[in-house]
Every structure is written in structure tokens, then in C-alpha cells.
């Protein structure tokens, strides 16, 4: 077996590819905690878009309850291919707790055979996997000139464990036995979305309730937060008799949601009381638990976001249309099981831009 193909596991194309290297076992996640706090958010997906990591940022430093720690859970690049911006995003995220997504790990790569490192499954079309793995082709080029930045990618633990009030929290970037895992995207998470479900023409194996518990006794932890898939929810589970969750954030740095522009991100804290922006949560053992909205200013993020990749650039192809008109999501739909919607709390999309779509993953 060659060094190349060596590091493969799967299906060999690149994008569709799973290093092995990226596998891992729900146990790994039963250690002691990484970090204590009594809040966290946790930032997933920003993919360089830094107008909404300033904007996470000044969120965090409002937080009630301070101090408060972040978590960026992988793919805090992407679009940030100019130098400038690159090295900015690095720099910002470093300074907190992280973990290695696809495109750390495919930065901080030896080879690139795994393309952009998305494992992306079978109903997500072809011209996507290829305008990702372009979008990574030239994220490589700028990531070369900060050797020492990357050391410090390659550096990233693949998950990590917190406590939060007490409670143990999995921060993963796909799901609990792969970075670049998808059984924790919506679409496949039982009961079916029959929306998602023909949006996606989703077929292969569903997630099931007892799968997720499983994965949670194995992992001895009362809360997931993933992102990686794109599409954000919170659906609670009982595990014997206790309630347990699942939260994937979406992405900070994309829109998410029909109608709307915004970023989404997790908050976790021991305080009761849901922050008056909430979108959705739910009380689980002593955690309040929340997606929040990055409301950042769309009109900058564009001005930078086209700078980098003009009309007609994989980058322009593959999210423009979800940056400026959002996603076909309603918010209804992240709020699953027993999460309570505060509907009226999302942010509208600025007028201008268009109709919603599905977007980019």
C-alpha cells in the first residue's frame, strides 16, 4: 500500500475521502476535562469570515457571567485566503481553546489526497466536493507562508472535553468517531426531517436514538456540540433517566437560516436564565443550554468576502448565494425534541439580496 492511499480510509476521491487519521472512539472523549468554567460558548464553522469573529467576540466579552471561555470546534478558516485575514483569524482563534476540523487538519497534511478533507457523503453533489477541494487547493497556498501557524494546526486535538457547571461537555467537530464525521448532521438525525430528507435525496444509515445514546454512555458525557454539516439544531435525548443533548451550531461565519443572515453559535452555562437573544435551548441537568445569533455587519463581510473571491471563483460559486440570501431553513426546524423556539428572536435578512437557498455545505 503506497503512502498515499495509506492514509485513506473509504472512497478514495478526494473530498469524499476519510483519513484515517481522523477516526477516533467515543471513549477517547472519557478522559478528564481538558478545562473547567461555568459558561462557554462554542464556535464552529466560522470559515474565515473574521467581521463575525469580531462580532463573536464582543458577545463573549458581554457575558453576564464572567469569566466565560470559548471553544473554536474546527474550520475557523476557509475563505480567508488573503494573508492579511489569514493570519488575523489564526491568531484570534489560538488565543482561545480549539480543535482541528477538516481544514486545519488538510492544512497541517502532509499530502493533499484527501482534497479539502470533507467526507462528504453520497447525496451532497459532485460540484460541491469539487469547489471545495479547489476552495482548499488555494487556502494551501496562502497557509504556506505561516509555517509556524500551522505547526500550531497540526498541534489541535481532534475533540476535546469540558466541564461546565459541572456537567461534562464533548466538543466535537463532526460526531463522536469522526472529525469529519456527518452522523450528527440534521438531516440524518432520527426522526426525519421529510423536508431535509427529499431536499437531500439522504439515503444510508440514520442516527437513531440508540445510537446517540450509546455514544453517550461511551463518551461519559451530557452534552455534544458539533458543526461541521452546516445546518444548525438542538435535540435532547433520554439516556436512563436523565436528559442529554445534542447541539451542532451551524456556522458563525454563514447564514443558516430562511430569511435571515446571521451566524450561529453555542452557549453553555450553569446560569438558568436563556440570554435574551436565544434563538432555541433547553435546561439540561445543571447547563442552560442556547444557539445564539452572529449578528454581523453583512455588508462589510461582503466587501472582504468578494476581495477574496471575486465572481466566478469556486469561493463566489460555492457560498454567495447563502451569504446574501440565506438558507432554506426555518428556524422551527433547529428546534428539536423538547427545545423551546423563541421564534421572534431571529435576525432579518437585510433587503437587497435575493431569495433564500440551500447554499453551500
Known amino acids: 500500500m503506497g503512502v498515499r492511499s495509506a492514509r485513506l480510509s473509504g472512497s478514495a476521491k478526494p473530498g469524499r475521502s476519510c483519513p484515517i487519521a481522523y477516526r477516533y472512539r467515543p471513549e477517547e472523549l472519557a478522559t478528564g476535562a481538558a478545562f473547567r468554567c461555568e459558561s462557554l460558548y462554542v464556535v464552529g464553522g466560522l470559515y474565515g469570515n473574521t467581521v463575525a469573529l469580531e462580532c463573536v467576540l464582543e458577545r463573549v466579552e458581554r457575558e453576564r457571567h464572567t469569566p466565560?471561555?470559548?471553544?473554536?470546534?474546527?474550520?475557523?478558516?476557509?475563505?480567508?485566503?488573503d494573508a492579511d485575514e489569514f493570519e488575523?483569524?489564526?491568531?484570534?482563534v489560538l488565543a482561545h481553546h480549539a480543535i482541528r476540523g477538516n481544514v486545519e487538519a488538510e492544512l497541517a497534511a502532509t499530502g493533499d489526497d484527501a482534497g479539502c478533507g470533507c467526507a462528504y457523503p453520497e447525496y451532497i453533489d459532485d460540484a460541491t466536493v469539487a469547489r471545495s477541494n479547489a476552495i482548499?487547493?488555494?487556502?494551501?497556498?496562502?497557509?504556506?507562508?505561516?509555517?509556524?501557524?500551522?505547526?500550531?494546526?497540526?498541534?489541535?486535538p481532534r475533540h476535546l472535553t469540558a466541564e461546565v457547571g459541572g456537567e461534562r461537555v464533548g466538543i466535537v467537530h463532526g460526531d463522536p468517531e469522526s472529525l469529519a464525521g456527518w452522523r450528527l448532521a440534521l438531516e440524518a438525525m432520527e426522526p426525519g426531517d421529510p423536508m431535509l430528507r427529499r431536499e437531500f435525496r439522504r439515503s444510508g444509515v440514520l442516527t437513531t436514538a440508540s445510537v446517540v445514546?450509546?455514544?453517550?454512555?461511551?463518551?461519559?458525557?451530557?452534552?455534544?456540540?458539533?458543526?461541521?454539516?452546516?445546518?444548525?439544531?438542538a435535540q435532547d435525548f433520554l439516556v436512563g433517566r436523565r436528559r442529554h443533548l445534542v447541539i451542532n451550531n451551524g456556522a458563525a461565519g454563514l447564514a443558516n437560516f430562511r430569511r435571515s443572515t446571521c451566524g450561529v453559535i453555542t452557549r453553555l452555562s450553569r446560569h438558568d436564565?436563556?440570554?435574551?437573544?436565544?434563538?432555541?435551548?433547553?435546561?439540561?441537568?445543571?447547563?442552560?443550554?442556547d444557539a445564539l445569533p452572529v449578528d454581523f455587519d453583512l455588508d462589510r463581510w461582503i466587501d472582504r468576502f468578494i476581495g477574496q473571491w471575486p465572481p466566478r471563483s469556486p469561493g463566489y460559486d460555492a457560498y454567495f448565494a447563502?451569504?446574501?440570501?440565506?438558507?432554506?431553513?426555518?428556524?422551527?426546524?433547529?428546534?428539536?425534541?423538547?427545545?423551546n423556539l423563541f421564534a421572534d428572536r431571529l435576525p432579518p435578512k437585510p433587503g437587497g439580496h435575493g431569495a433564500p437557498t440551500t447554499g453551500a455545505r
Request: proline share 4%.
Open 68 to 81: 466565560a471561555a470559548v471553544v473554536f470546534n474546527g474550520d475557523f478558516h476557509w475563505l480567508d485566503v
Open 88 to 92: 488575523h483569524v489564526a491568531e484570534q
Open 136 to 156: 482548499m487547493a488555494r487556502l494551501r497556498e496562502t497557509a504556506r507562508r505561516f509555517p509556524k501557524l500551522i505547526d500550531q494546526l497540526a498541534a489541535l
Open 213 to 233: 445514546a450509546d455514544w453517550f454512555r461511551r463518551a461519559d458525557v451530557r452534552v455534544f456540540c458539533s458543526s461541521h454539516t452546516g445546518l444548525p439544531y
Open 273 to 289: 436564565e436563556a440570554p435574551p437573544d436565544s434563538l432555541y435551548g433547553i435546561r439540561v441537568g445543571s447547563l442552560r443550554c
Open 322 to 339: 447563502r451569504i446574501t440570501r440565506g438558507t432554506d431553513l426555518r428556524l422551527e426546524q433547529a428546534a428539536r425534541g423538547n427545545v
